[in-house]
């Protein structure tokens, strides 16, 4: 596709993305990112919503109610719009993001964030290693064969919630201090906060949407029309996150009970698991098992900050304290926050 430059623009071309609009803003991921377009006022962004639903959208937020089993519900809502965040629960119909991207584009919204917040696709291995992947190509081959361009984000793992949701994720069991290092434990992975992906989002969508003219060389939206917004918080590994565990709660090594175990037989009891569930949820938990210490293999691609670089300095994103993160980590373990989702997804709400 042919660069576009805001002077070949028609009249009243604003060049600024005013216009975003959100499916899931009331989800994990899609409160911060709806949350940080919010705070730089220079956004309006709407939520599409179940109708029905009694989840709250983030304050500042349109909430527009829509039947997504009436795509002239989805479309109607998307009349106008600049810019669309998809952001879907794993247990989403598999068809869903597809229904979305067709309406979009006969809404006439030209450009899709997707439903890819994850793992560096351009390791092949990794990818198709993790049972948890997202289908990068499959989506964006969607997007582009509705005529549309999209831009997905490279986080990673997300940390706070990984590491407080329990001994699958991390190898952190906190109710009993029982720490399983895959390996030795000394493999760096970036990691990225939920907050940073807001930040992240907000500032793209804060930059001019196309280059003034062919010296115009400052970053624009269009600088990542079709490919990946790479960012992270975080380059640590297991045992760095047990530092700042203990740091923040004067733990001891001697409170917690360590062991080890090679990564890639951990890796080989989650595929076991996922293909011997009696139900839904267990296979999901193997899944899990799987694709969380898949990216801890050594020289396994969990790092990519340093093969691909990051994002982060191009949008001003801040460096964030992992300590800080620790903690609000171990309050969603006070919070119970593992239960409550899994009670949440067990009651398919």
Same mark, same amino acid.
């Given at each position: 596709?042919?660069?576009?430059?805001?002077?070949?623009?028609?009249?009243?071309?604003?060049?600024?993305?005013?216009?975003?609009?959100?499916?899931?803003?009331?989800?994990?991921?899609?409160?911060?990112?709806?949350?940080?377009?919010?705070?730089?006022?220079?956004?309006?962004?709407?939520?599409?919503?179940r109708q029905g639903s009694k989840n709250e959208v983030p304050p500042g937020v349109k909430a527009v109610p829509v039947d997504y089993n009436d795509e002239s519900s989805v479309i109607s809502a998307l009349k106008g719009q600049q810019f669309l965040i998809i952001t879907?629960?794993?247990?989403?119909?598999?068809?869903?993001?597809?229904?979305?991207?067709?309406?979009?584009?006969?809404?006439?919204?030209?450009?899709?964030?997707?439903?890819?917040? =994850?793992?560096?696709?351009?390791?092949?291995?990794?990818?198709?290693?993790?049972?948890?992947?997202?289908?990068?190509?499959?989506?964006?081959?969607?997007?582009?064969?509705?005529?549309?361009?999209?831009?997905?984000?490279?986080?990673?793992? /997300?940390?706070?919630?990984?590491?407080?949701?329990?001994?699958?994720?991390?190898?952190?069991?906190?109710?009993?201090?029982?720490?399983?290092?895959?390996?030795?434990?000394?493999?760096?992975?970036?990691?990225?906060?939920?907050?940073?992906?807001?930040?992240?989002?907000?500032?793209?969508?804060?930059?001019?949407?196309?280059?003034?003219?062919?010296?115009?060389?400052?970053?624009?939206?269009?600088?990542?029309?079709?490919?990946?917004?790479?960012?992270?918080?975080?380059?640590?590994?297991?045992?760095?996150?047990?530092?700042? /565990?203990?740091?923040?709660?004067?733990?001891?090594?001697?409170?917690?009970?360590?062991?080890?175990?090679?990564?890639?037989?951990?890796?080989?009891? =989650?595929?076991?698991?996922?293909?011997?569930?009696?139900?839904?949820?267990?296979?999901?938990?193997?899944?899990?098992?799987?694709?969380?210490?898949?990216?801890?293999?050594?020289?396994?691609?969990?790092?990519?900050?340093?093969?691909? =670089?990051?994002?982060?300095?191009?949008?001003?994103?801040?460096?964030?304290?992992?300590?800080?993160?620790?903690?609000?980590?171990?309050?969603?373990?006070?919070?119970?926050?593992?239960?409550?989702?899994?009670?949440?997804?067990?009651? =398919?709400?």
């Open positions: 596709m042919a660069q576009k430059y805001a002077k070949d623009q028609p009249a009243g071309f604003s060049n600024r993305i005013e216009r975003v609009a959100i499916v899931g803003a009331s989800g994990q991921i899609g409160t911060p990112l709806a949350t940080a377009l919010v705070k730089t006022g220079k956004h309006t962004v709407t939520a599409l919503t879907l629960s794993g247990f989403a119909p598999p068809d869903s993001h597809s229904k979305i991207v067709q309406a979009a584009a006969k809404a006439g919204v030209p450009h899709i964030m997707p439903n890819i917040f =994850g793992i560096d696709d351009s390791n092949e291995a990794l990818t198709s290693e993790n049972p948890l992947s997202a289908d990068i190509k499959g989506i964006t081959a969607d997007i582009e064969a509705a005529g549309l361009s999209y831009t997905y984000l490279i986080c990673s793992l /997300w940390y706070e919630y990984s590491l407080a949701m329990g001994p699958l994720w991390f190898g952190f069991d906190f109710p009993n201090k029982k720490l399983t290092l895959y390996d030795d434990g000394t493999t760096k992975i970036n990691l990225t906060t939920w907050e940073q992906c807001g930040r992240a989002v907000a500032a793209l969508l804060s930059l001019k949407e196309l280059p003034e003219d062919a010296d115009d060389t400052s970053p624009t939206v269009d600088s990542w029309r079709n490919k990946p917004l790479v960012i992270s918080s975080f380059l640590v590994s297991q045992l760095d996150m047990f530092e700042s /565990w203990k740091r923040i709660t004067g733990d001891k090594d001697s409170d917690w009970t360590i062991e080890k175990v090679p990564s890639k037989e951990r890796y080989q009891q =989650g595929i076991e698991a996922m293909k011997n569930a009696q139900d839904p949820m267990s296979g999901r938990m193997g899944a899990a098992m799987a694709s969380f210490v898949r990216i801890f293999y050594p020289n396994g691609g969990g790092d990519y900050e340093s093969t691909r =670089g990051l994002d982060n300095n191009k949008l001003g994103l801040p460096k964030e304290n992992l300590d800080e993160r620790t903690a609000v980590a171990k309050q969603m373990v006070e919070d119970g926050y593992a239960a409550k989702l899994f009670a949440k997804a067990a009651g =398919g709400s």
